[in-house]
T-cell receptor
Framework: DSGVTQTPKHLITATGQRVTLRCSPRSGDLSVYWYQQSLDQGLQFLIQYYNGEERAKGNILERFSAQQFPDLHSELNLSSLELGDSALYFC?????????FGSGTRLTVV | GNSVTQMEGPVTLSEEAFLTINCTYTATGYPSLFWYVQYPGEGLQLLLKATKADDKGSNKGFEATYRKETTSFHLEKGSVQVSDSAVYFCALFSGGYQKVTFGTGTKLQVIP
């Protein structure tokens, strides 16, 4: 157990739908990062939050949004889903001496 | 900006062969360097790290030395096993972990 908790582990949904992925960071970590990993595109950085505020943005689509709550957990919202959004979605959290990944959510859009 | 370049895979080796996966970086300041491993169906796990020049990180028989003069952090293992088959990611951390840059990953396949 890495200490970073992601739910759900698996999600199957239809095109056009909206889903929410959840991430709880390691205790004490203030930063949360979201990544998308597709079969043929490696690890793509989406967005970073630090203590509730957006810190950095990567290749995140406008249909996607995220937020970090006062208790530091984060949610990634994916809307108007397309077949190409099928991927593994990872979050990571960082502290002074660590950068730790969760086990991911596998999203399948059918 | 910061960047990390890894050798392209897949890399296929026989069991007990010597492994090198090259990683070079471009960064300002004094970044920390990490190798992560992703086994099939799992998330990324920290394999080893080095936080300053000439540091050597090591774990599970893998090692990598932070070479500032060549801006490299090559991953090596003297004798690979089938269980080492995975994707390996080189990563650069700067600005107190607020900026993270990953390489594209190198898939390693070890055959008996």
């Amino acid at each position: 157990d890495s200490g970073v908790t992601q739910t759900p582990k698996h999600l199957i949904t239809a095109t056009g739908q909206r889903v929410t992925l959840r991430c709880s960071p390691r205790s004490g970590d203030l930063s949360v990062y979201w990544y998308q990993q597709s079969l043929d595109q490696g690890l793509q950085f989406l967005i970073q939050y630090y203590n509730g505020e957006e810190r950095a943005k990567g290749n995140i689509l406008e249909r996607f949004s995220a937020q970090q709550f006062p208790d530091l957990h984060s949610e990634l919202n994916l809307s108007s889903l397309e077949l190409g959004d099928s991927a593994l979605y990872f979050c990571a959290s960082s502290g002074v001496e660590s950068y730790t990944f969760g086990s991911g959510t596998r999203l399948t859009v059918v | 900006g910061n960047s990390v370049t890894q050798m392209e895979g897949p890399v296929t080796l026989s069991e007990e062969a010597f492994l090198t996966i090259n990683c070079t970086y471009t960064a300002t300041g004094y970044p920390s360097l990490f190798w992560y491993v992703q086994y099939p169906g799992e998330g990324l796990q920290l394999l080893l790290k080095a936080t300053k020049a000439d540091d050597k990180g090591s774990n599970k028989g893998f090692e990598a030395t932070y070479r500032k003069e060549t801006t490299s952090f090559h991953l090596e293992k003297g004798s690979v096993q089938v269980s080492d088959s995975a994707v390996y990611f080189c990563a650069l951390f700067s600005g107190g972990y607020q900026k993270v840059t990953f390489g594209t990953g190198t898939k390693l396949q070890v055959i008996p």
